[in-house]
């Protein structure tokens, strides 16, 4: 499985951006699929994580009410719609994608993208 994240940018603090994961080399249709983050200097953390079907998710606090994670399975690709942004979320966004069941909050996924950088200006 190829991860490849895109769609993320420069914006301002209060806006709102879309990150993408699109997988190839297999579906990912019976995959959890995981966004996480990178700021500089920080350790890697969970961002959020849908389980196959849509059904299940699960956030971290510090976005939950703000960020979404939706999938389209016939498109292969998973996405992180991200309102309200603030400068602390600044960081290289990353996706991840595990063969299990239910949502995973760790990093302990199989298959990782090379991460797309988001900025939020003050």
């Known amino acids: 499985v190829q991860l490849q994240a895109s769609g993320g940018g420069l914006v301002q603090a209060g806006g709102s951006l879309r990150v993408s994961c699109a997988a190839s080399?297999?579906?990912?249709?019976?995959?959890?699929m995981g966004w996480f983050r990178q700021a500089p200097g920080k350790e890697r953390e969970f961002v959020a994580s849908i389980n196959w079907s849509g059904a299940s998710t699960s956030y971290a606090n510090s976005v939950k009410g703000r960020f979404t994670i939706s999938r389209d399975n016939a498109k292969n690709t998973v996405y992180l719609q991200m309102n309200s942004l603030k400068p602390e979320d600044t960081a290289v966004y990353y996706c991840?994608?595990?063969?299990?069941?239910?949502?995973?909050?760790?990093?302990?996924?199989?298959?990782w993208g090379q991460g797309t950088l988001v900025t939020v200006s003050s």
């Open positions: 080399g297999r579906t990912v249709r019976s995959y959890v």
């Open positions: 991840a994608a595990k063969y299990v069941a239910s949502v995973i909050r760790t990093n302990e996924y199989n298959y």
